[in-house]
């Protein structure tokens, strides 16, 4: 949707600034807690038919006949947590091979053919201890579908050429693993809360990326994929009958492997051992600090803590009204984004832990903050009635918003399948939520939150701190520097990298030397990244339309309706002009009035309830810079000067595997998730502002993809802001090269 964020935050912005000042005047309640809501509705949740094949697959189905769509979706008993130490990024080049290279009866350019050929997709992945893998097709072409996804799992080719191709691409993202201090922060803080060798923390090197040849796949295939380390859930418009049937045509003559071991033997358990103190990142070109305070945890998901933790998380960081936000962020002013909880896992202990970022110059103001809450919600100021009933009343009132589709019910039972939980979960789950007491939640809090073990990891210059970071304990820097490949190996190292440096997170006696502490250097782009980006924005230019379709644009219009996040959220109507190459109006209505956003090669304004205004220049700058984050007009933009792109690895939205391009004009980068079957963007993310004009990264989710006029465009559009829920947009009607009318850039008199 063009200009989804750029409208969110200007919408914000206009609202604090004043324009719609009239807003107070049509409260229906002087109070927050005057509001009264009416009963959620009952989340009546569908059982799974539950069908174990001879050879140990076991099968889950569900009918949804809404739409003529049939879905399926696998988790398989593998993970990188099993990956030797001389592989790492094994386990991870697998499940993306696993689709992309092809299969023994299909090569992958043909796979990806067919399933483009049926409007299908196939993803494939792995993850820390679970594979996954989908698949989605027309109901009239699932049978045949289905069999190639079957393919997939059971005889893939691993393709030489692809593989070679998902190597560089790894290759590419060693390099930049430096560039974010979000990804750095959360890197270190896992090396220093199990080890630098540990499979929880260890991360992909040239040397280990190098050292994976097809063989090593095609041995990890064959010892981790068989039938009976498989949960194979189906959805949509097929009967319950019809779906065993064809898997059990499809998927019964895969011989049964040997017998897994209980998951928590197949995988090592985390480290626990303690690691106080302090450890220091240095990154010299960022303007505020990362911080997380935490340690190992000791809760598993099953346990019966973990109902009480769950509300002691929402009173201490799950929403608006938690502790964090409302004395960190909004009464001290010390974080843009703020966030802490006691984790857990079915199968393991996860950490507890405290995240903020905060401006340098408060870097020492911002760990005394979070240590402060954590010291109060233990004993000084335990958690109150109120904030136990608030914090039940939003888990339980949030609950129906998890299971809004067939699809995320299913995936959610897949899991407790493979986890091995039992299936009634769900449903004993606000059941227990509801009896959770404000004692249980004190109680909890004292067991589960231990400062004397914190490890405190900061991501910053080391420069204009307002305290020492000694004050609060032994410090200890910890080396980022990025190890370089072996000799004669490839790579997108950046340039001056000092050799022979420890591997990342390894804790050293004094900070790296200035040729390592700048992450932004100039790196050498390999040939094959910038091809891979190349052909995957012709790929997405052939979804949107095709060239000619871009070159012929000379007018995009959209009506749409944005909601904001939140309970009180707001709906506003936006309607948007854009007018090639360089002309957007922007009319915004909600319930308070309309305002307008003009901007042209000759003047810039704001018009609304108190009249026109011109437009500040460092707004104009924001909308012109982000006026090209929509998945159509970024394209557009892809002929003109300055434009430039190079494919970075992989990633996902939801279950759908996409192809990573990061693109930049001048000093502004975008990374597009583009799916590798269909050449759609389904993600954008990029470093811009939040809600509250911090600085923040912003995810737009791109769904519901329609073709209007030749162009196809997405309809539906969710965000995130620093992972947090943003506005959600859905698009009532588009318009290309209609007549526009020249009166909307004009600046009315007066």
């Known amino acids: 949707m063009s200009m989804f964020a750029m409208r969110s935050r200007l919408l914000v912005g206009l609202l604090v600034a004043g324009l719609l000042s009239v807003a107070p005047a049509l409260a229906q309640v002087k109070q927050a807690d005057d509001l009264e809501y009416p009963p959620l509705p009952t989340v009546d949740i569908p059982t799974p038919e539950r069908v174990v094949l001879p050879n140990g697959l076991v099968l889950m189905v569900i009918e949804d006949h809404e739409l003529p769509l049939v879905n399926a979706s696998a988790r398989i008993r593998t993970g990188s947590l099993v990956e030797p130490a001389d592989d790492v990024g094994l386990a991870s080049v697998t499940g993306a091979m696993l689709r992309a290279g092809g299969t023994v009866s299909l090569p992958p350019d043909e796979l990806d053919a067919f399933l483009e050929s049926k409007a299908a997709s196939v993803e494939t992945s792995i ?95 064959e010892k981790y994929f068989h039938p009976n380390r498989i949960v194979l859930g189906v959805w949509g418009d097929i009967t319950v009958a019809d779906a065993t049937a064809l898997v059990k045509k499809i998927f019964g003559d895969w011989p049964k492997g040997p017998e897994p071991p209980p998951l928590e033997k197949e995988f ?21 600090s990362n911080i997380t305070i935490g340690h190992q945890g000791e809760l598993r998901t099953g346990d019966p803590d973990f109902f009480p933790v769950a509300v002691l998380n929402e009173v201490l960081g799950g929403s608006f009204a938690s502790r964090l936000f409302s004395n960190v962020r909004s009464a001290k002013g010390l974080a843009y984004a703020v966030s802490g909880s006691v984790d857990s896992s079915f199968v393991r202990v996860q950490p507890f832990s405290m995240f903020m970022t905060t401006r340098t110059q408060t870097t020492g103001a911002g760990i005394d903050a979070l240590l402060a809450e954590a010291e109060a919600i233990r004993a000084a100021k335990p ?37 091995d939980v039992p299936l009634d979960w769900l449903d004993r789950y606000r059941a227990e939520i509801e009896k959770v007491t404000t004692s249980q939640v004190r109680t909890v809090a004292q067991k589960y939150i231990h400062p004397d073990r914190f490890s405190i990891v900061v991501v910053g210059t080391g420069e204009e701190y307002d305290k020492k970071l000694d004050a609060f304990g032994a410090v200890r820097t910890l080396d980022i520097s990025i190890p370089p490949p072996p000799s004669g190996q490839p790579s997108g190292q950046p340039s001056g990298q000092p050799s022979g440096q420890p591997p990342s997170g390894q804790p050293s006696g004094e900070p790296p030397s200035p040729a390592g502490a700048s992450n932004k250097e100039a790196a050498p782009i390999s040939p094959a990244a910038l091809m891979a980006a190349n052909a995957m924005l012709d790929k997405a230019t052939d979804a949107v339309g095709g060239l000619q379709k871009l070159r012929d644009l000379t007018s995009y219009q959209q009506t749409a309706t944005m909601q904001m996040p939140g309970p009180q959220g707001q ?57 090209w984050y929509d998945p159509l007009l970024i394209l557009v933009a892809r002929g003109r000067p300055g434009f430039k792109a190079i494919h970075t690895g992989k990633g996902s939205v939801g279950e759908t595997t996409v192809q990573l391009v990061d693109v930049s004009r001048s000093d502004d980068t975008v990374t597009l998730g583009i799916d590798g079957a269909t050449g759609r963007i389904l993600s ?26 030749g162009y196809t465009v997405p309809f539906k559009v969710m965000s995130t802001i620093d992972g947090k829920p943003g506005p959600a947009a859905t698009i009532q009607a588009v318009a290309v090269n209609a007549k526009v009318d020249p009166a909307l850039f004009t600046k009315p008199e007066g």
């Open 268 to 288: 090592p358990p985390p480290p626990d051992t303690p690691r106080p103190g302090v450890y220091h990142a240095l990154k010299k070109d960022v303007n505020q």
């Open 571 to 627: 709906a506003v109507k936006v309607r948007l002009t854009v007018v090639m190459p360089n002309k957007v109006h922007q009319e915004m209505t909600s319930a308070v009035g309309t305002t307008a956003i003009v901007v042209t090669p000759d003047a810039s304004f704001l018009t609304g309830p108190q009249g026109t205004m011109a437009m500040p220049e460092s707004r104009r700058a924001m909308v012109e810079r982000e006026a």
């Open 383 to 419: 958690p109150t009635d109120a904030e136990v009933a608030r914090g039940k009343a939003a888990i339980l009132n949030s609950f129906v918003f998890q299971f809004a589709t067939v699809g995320q019910v299913i995936n959610r039972q897949l899991d407790f399948e493979y986890y």
């Open 684 to 709: 954008m993310t990029y470093r811009g502002m939040g809600t509250s004009g911090e600085p923040a990264t912003i995810e737009q989710r791109f769904d519901d993809f329609r073709t209007v006029e």
């Open 127 to 221: 993850g820390l201890d679970v594979g996954r893998a989908s698949v989605s097709a027309l109901k009239e072409d699932f049978p045949e579908v289905l069999q190639v996804f079957a393919d997939v799992l059971h005889r893939p080719a691993f393709d030489a050429g692809r593989i070679q191709v998902e190597v560089q691409s790894q290759s590419a993202s060693i390099a930049r693993q430096n560039d974010d201090p979000g990804d750095i922060l959360s890197r270190e803080f896992d090396n220093v809360l199990y080890g630098t060798e540990s499979p929880y923390a260890r991360v992909p090197t040239y040397q280990t990326i190098g050292n994976i040849a097809r063989e090593d796949l095609v041995a990890w295939h």
